[in-house]
């Protein structure tokens, strides 16, 4: 007689092949990642984990080390990056699936440079078959990464400290372009409008908005106490916010009036 069905591989963290999937994203966007840092962003065992990380080393797609987790190759990512990109990281992560959710599957949608909008792009879902426009590096290699056929890459003057490409060469590349959605980031905001840090990056971005749709801006909770001395624009140049919590109430009043208002991730 045939055995009882197979029960399903099934943790509090989601399916076998999705916590192992996640896994692999943590190792290629910071390199190494510790297993107690994996137990908390997945909410499941140490032992749950340590089974996924033997699982995928025996698959020859990591490489287990003391403590953790480590890819096969150098972080494509430079440490200034990275270092960013694990502040504030849980609600990056929600602000990014929030974001990925507003998308059609064939989206044209542009990615700013940032480590909150690089979580957007992180975010993305499987079945996504639409084109990413974008001037970020790293957003380009994880495109690359995941075997994303319909990428178009912003080409200019390499600025290290963001990994993306600005400058007039990267604007002039944008011409005769058209995007739905823009995912827009910045260095801070307030009642006035959003801030940049650097004027070099404000070209870029402004070009970036021309050719969008819509402009959705991507904020975690730092950036409504952050300070930054280049005023990339008004409000009135932005469709929707998505943060991770509510910004201060005359600020919230501002953008609950925005055409697609405030949405709050998480």
Do not use: N
């Amino acid at each position: 007689m045939p055995g009882p069905p197979k029960t399903p591989d099934l943790e509090p963290g989601g399916s076998a092949p999705e916590r192992r999937r996640r896994i692999l994203e943590s190792v290629e966007h910071a390199g190494f990642v510790s297993v107690t840092e994996l137990t908390r962003r997945l909410g499941v065992s140490d032992m749950t984990i340590r089974r996924d990380l033997r699982k995928l080393a025996g698959e020859g797609r990591v490489r287990v080390v003391h403590g953790g987790v480590s890819g096969l190759r150098p972080a494509l990512h430079s440490p200034a990056f990275t270092s960013r990109a694990h502040e504030h990281a849980p609600g990056k992560q929600a602000i990014g699936m929030v974001a990925a959710r507003s998308l059609s599957p064939s989206a044209t949608v542009a990615i700013d440079a940032g480590t909150t909008t690089y979580a957007a792009m992180q975010a993305l879902p499987e079945d996504f078959r639409g084109t990413v426009v974008t001037h970020s590096v790293p957003v380009m290699q994880l495109a690359l990464a995941r075997g994303m056929s319909r990428l178009v890459g912003l080409g200019g003057e390499l600025l290290l400290d963001s990994q993306a490409f600005i400058g007039p060469r990267t604007v002039e590349s944008m011409r005769g372009l058209r995007v739905d959605t823009l995912f827009l980031g910045a260095a801070a905001a307030d009642e006035h409008g959003i801030y940049v840090s650097t004027d070099h990056e404000r070209p870029t971005k402004l070009a970036l908005m021309s050719i969008a749709q819509r402009t959705v801006l991507l904020v975690d909770e730092s950036k409504f106490a952050a300070s930054a001395p280049v005023l990339l624009c008004g409000w009135d140049a932005i469709s929707g916010v998505v943060s991770d919590v509510p910004p201060p109430p005359s600020l919230t009043r501002r953008l609950e009036a925005l055409p697609e208002g405030l949405l709050l991730a998480g």
